[in-house]
């Protein structure tokens, strides 16, 4: 199950009710989609157009910034994200041209959240790695992530059933992919981070 224009999951029935329910889905709130299944929350996202896609993770930053109790640092690191999320950064052909950037934000926001601010990987994780609200969704994930490392096999064909390694940020490459660092909508199964983390590490696994 290789990404391709329309498939949204590697899960066919789930993919198939995306695809056949693209107008109805378009009306799903921020809260529902991000208290939605995991897996029904990133075929749903794949499905968005450029502007759901920004609005989505906007609001998502905003929320944060509204609830988690940051420091003054914490917080104005937080609403750069928000500068960084340019009306036109969800299209792929506007990565192309913003690619060193996009890398180099990438780069120097990780580090500053782990230096600066002595965040955890999950912290960080928390913060651009999905659509979570609530800390409880990337737990569930993680340990849905553990249980697949110690059953799936490498695929050479860079398929959905690459081992990943859960070192999410000791190699800041391992967040280029994520979609809020890149309009990734490739890849199956594994979210953006987890493909990328899979094809950089999944040897050491």
Known sequence: CKQQNGYF????????????HQADLELITFK???????????????????AKKRKNWLQKIQLLL??????????????????????????????????????????DWISKAKITLGWSEKQIAFVIYKL????????????????KVQEESIDPNGDCTCNTSLSFVANWHAFQEVVIFQP????CGLNPVMEHAAKKHCQSV
Do not use: M, W
């Open 66 to 107: 509204d609830k988690q109790n940051y420091t003054g640092a914490e917080y104005i690191h937080v609403a750069s994200l928000l500068n960084h999320l340019h009306e036109d950064y969800f299209a792929t052909v506007i990565y192309a041209t913003e690619a060193n950037e996009r890398k180099q934000f990438a780069s």
């Open 32 to 50: 529902d989609l991000t208290n939605s299944d995991l897996a029904f929350q990133q075929a749903v996202f794949r499905s968005y157009d450029i």
């Open 9 to 20: 999951s590697c899960d066919p029935l789930l993919n198939e009710y995306v695809s056949s």
């Open 132 to 147: 979570y609200t609530n800390p409880a969704q990337f737990d569930i994930e993680i340990n849905t992530i553990q249980a």
């Open 184 to 187: 990734a909508v490739a890849g």
